[in-house]
């Protein structure tokens, strides 16, 4: 085996650990609550950001389906987290924490539709692989059905913003 195949496998199964170890975590209850909050309230201040920033009427429509698509979806989840005990949500310091560092992608530029659109295609894929797994495989019964019940809209969602992303890109 050559270097480069050598250094490919070992950069692959260091990959491949990282993404189980992931999964594991996010099998926990306590875990998806914190992560899928913390996401849903990334995106709420994206969309506050393009409300703000966007020329583009269908940015503006979208961002603010984001905000109260998310905004209904992170109330649930804090409705559920407080009905049982072992699950409890990160402070509201803590997730706003959390999101501004998963917002940091989304700078001001040239052409901000097109990096809010690129950013909530990402930030969409994301959310909906953690969605996924704590359907198919977390503990909690109730955040189980919460995790499949808010995957279409999550995907809706996603096919909006590949839209947008298309039409905004082409436009530079």
Do not use: C, W
């Amino acid at each position: 085996m050559n270097r480069t195949t050598k250094t490919f496998f070992s950069g692959t199964a260091a990959l491949l650990f990282s993404v189980a170890a992931n999964f594991a975590l996010a099998a926990e209850g306590e875990n998806f609550v914190d992560e899928a909050s913390a996401k849903g309230i990334a995106e709420i201040e994206a969309a506050k950001l393009a409300m703000s920033e966007s020329k583009s009427e269908d940015i503006k429509t979208f961002a603010q389906k984001m905000i109260d698509d998310h905004t209904k979806s992170n109330q649930k989840l804090a409705e559920l987290a407080r009905q049982h005990e072992d699950l409890e949500m990160s402070d509201d310091a803590t997730l706003m924490d959390q999101a501004k560092a998963m917002i940091l992608e989304l700078r001001e530029g040239e052409n901000f539709d097109e990096a809010y659109a690129n950013n909530q295609v990402v930030a969409h894929e994301q959310t909906i692989e953690l969605y996924r797994e704590y359907a198919k495989n977390g503990e909690n019964p109730e955040l189980k059905k919460y995790a499949e019940s808010t995957l279409n809209t999550l995907e809706q969602h996603l096919k909006k913003a590949q839209e947008l992303a298309s039409k905004h890109g082409e436009q530079q």
